[in-house]
């Protein structure tokens, strides 16, 4: 059974600084996406990751990919009060030509703060 | 920019009672999906749709719950006889074409809160 992990659940960051957060899953897959929700709202997707060694960025906001550590970070830079939502990371397994559901992880809420 | 819809936003609805919640997916998209989050919770899979069939089911995805394409537009996921832990956002998501390397995010519509009593 694929397992992610996201760490940590929380985090309250300083406007301007960095910090990353990271998203774990247990078996080998393919495919891994970010998404945004802010409360009581939709998930917004962020990002795609395909590859090893993928990197994608959208503003202060970057991702990786390491498939073989199976690990994915979130970095941000200069942290702003309009990041403050919870970040899912999302990971579907490898499966050619089918469509197949997407396990998430429990989410990071993360909080700017002035 | 094309998006999910879905309808009504908020449902509540007596427990034993049957309740339909319905989505519109992007257009030209193939394969749909309907998703759960209980409050505070992960967002949880239930179910997969693509050429008018069932793909893929979850353990959650019991007798209780079905899902139809009744016209070319709308997806609808019925729930029979509901219980109080049916009690959750319940999100409808399509995708253009999934699967392995597929550089397709599922896009999500803004979710039915589903409030049983």
């Known amino acids: 059974e694929l397992k992610v992990e996201q760490n940590p659940l929380f985090l309250s960051m300083q406007e301007g600084k960095n910090y990353t957060i990271y998203c774990n899953y247990s078996t080998t897959s393919d495919r891994l996406y970010w998404y945004r929700q802010d409360p009581g709202k939709s998930l917004e997707s962020l990002f795609v990751?395909?590859?090893?060694?993928a990197v994608k960025q959208e503003g202060r906001l970057m991702a990786s990919l390491d498939t073989k550590a199976r690990l994915s970070t979130l970095h941000i830079t200069a942290a702003v009060h309009d990041l403050s939502a919870t970040y899912f990371c999302?990971?579907?397994?490898?499966?050619?030509?089918?469509?197949?559901?997407?396990?998430f992880g429990k989410g990071i809420t993360l909080s700017v703060r002035p | 920019e094309p998006e999910v819809t879905q309808t009504p936003s908020h449902q509540v609805t007596q427990m034993g009672q049957e309740v339909i919640l319905r989505c519109v997916p992007i257009?030209?998209?193939?394969?749909f999906y309907w998703y759960r989050q209980i409050l505070g919770q992960k967002v949880e899979f239930l179910v997969s749709?693509?050429?008018?069939?069932?793909?893929?089911k979850s353990e959650i995805f019991d007798d209780q719950f079905s899902v139809e394409r009744p016209d070319g537009s709308n997806f609808t996921l019925k729930i029979r006889s509901t219980k109080l832990e049916d009690s959750a956002m319940y999100f409808c998501?399509?995708?253009?074409?999934?699967?392995?390397?597929?550089?397709?995010?599922?896009?999500f519509g803004d979710g039915t809160r589903l409030s049983i009593l």
């Open positions: 990751l395909l590859s090893n060694g």
């Open positions: 999302a990971v579907g397994l490898p499966d050619p030509g089918a469509n197949s559901k997407l396990t």
């Open positions: 749709f693509y050429n008018n069939e069932i793909s893929e």
């Open positions: 257009s030209n998209h193939l394969y």
């Open positions: 998501a399509s995708s253009v074409n999934t699967g392995s390397y597929s550089n397709q995010p599922q896009h």
